[in-house]
């Protein structure tokens, strides 16, 4: 089955920087990506999310990157702000309406 | 998006009792719900498939006797945690999707057992 790594498990960047986030998959027939945010308690937050024929996508200052050959995929967040302090959670699915193999998450800490 | 309903959000219980937990699909007829399971700070583990009108199918290490799931409706997945124990204490969380959507979860059930 899919296997999903995720790095870093922690992460601290000062506010206004970059944040990147880093997931690698296993399994070549997944064509899914998506991002979760979640709060403690809380179900997590689709941020954003790629599908495999496509390489890159943009959300103001979210953005996914996703390389099919090496099969990995990344998220950025640039001009980070407190809010943006949460876990995060990528994933891989296999198929159109399948289970999700999520990372093992990264706490994101930002500070002022 | 698809709205799935949870509940409860949280709930506490002695060990040894049943809880069961509930997730309806409230604007479309979800043929499949995944329940995961979620340990403090940890990631987000699936402990099985459900589909409407026939058995889940459950992951490797995860009892069936203990973990029932029914999904007897289009709209409605239940997931009941037999003979709770202060180790199935956890954040369990159900999801479904539309073809080729993203995924909808429900807002999680957090429970303890004492």
């Known amino acids: 089955g899919e296997n999903v790594e995720q790095h870093p498990s922690t992460l601290s960047v000062q506010e206004g920087d970059s944040a990147v986030i880093k997931c690698t998959y296993s399994d070549s027939a997944s064509n899914y990506f998506p991002w979760y945010k979640q709060e403690l308690g809380k179900r997590p937050q689709l941020i954003i999310d790629i599908r495999s024929n496509v390489g890159e996508k943009k959300d103001q200052r979210i953005a996914v990157t996703l390389n099919k050959t090496a099969k990995h995929f990344s998220l950025h967040i640039t001009e980070t702000q407190p809010e943006d302090s949460a876990v995060y959670f990528c994933a891989a699915r296999t198929g159109t309406a399948s289970k999700l193999t999520f990372g093992t998450g990264t706490r994101l800490q930002v500070t002022l | 998006g698809a709205v799935v309903s949870q509940h409860p959000s949280w709930v506490i219980c002695k060990s040894g009792t049943s809880v069961k937990i509930e997730c309806r699909s409230l604007d479309f007829q979800a043929t499949t719900m995944f329940w995961y399971r979620q340990f403090p700070k940890q990631s987000l583990m699936l402990m099985a498939t459900?589909?409407?009108?026939?058995?889940?199918?459950?992951e490797q290490g995860v009892e069936k006797d203990k973990f029932l799931i029914n999904h007897a409706s289009l709209t409605l997945s239940t997931l009941t945690v037999t003979s709770a124990h202060p180790e199935d204490s956890s954040f369990y969380i159900c999801s479904t999707a539309r073809t080729n959507t993203e995924a909808f979860f429900g807002q999680g059930t957090r429970l303890t057992v004492v």
């Open positions: 459900s589909n409407e009108g026939s058995k889940a199918t459950y």
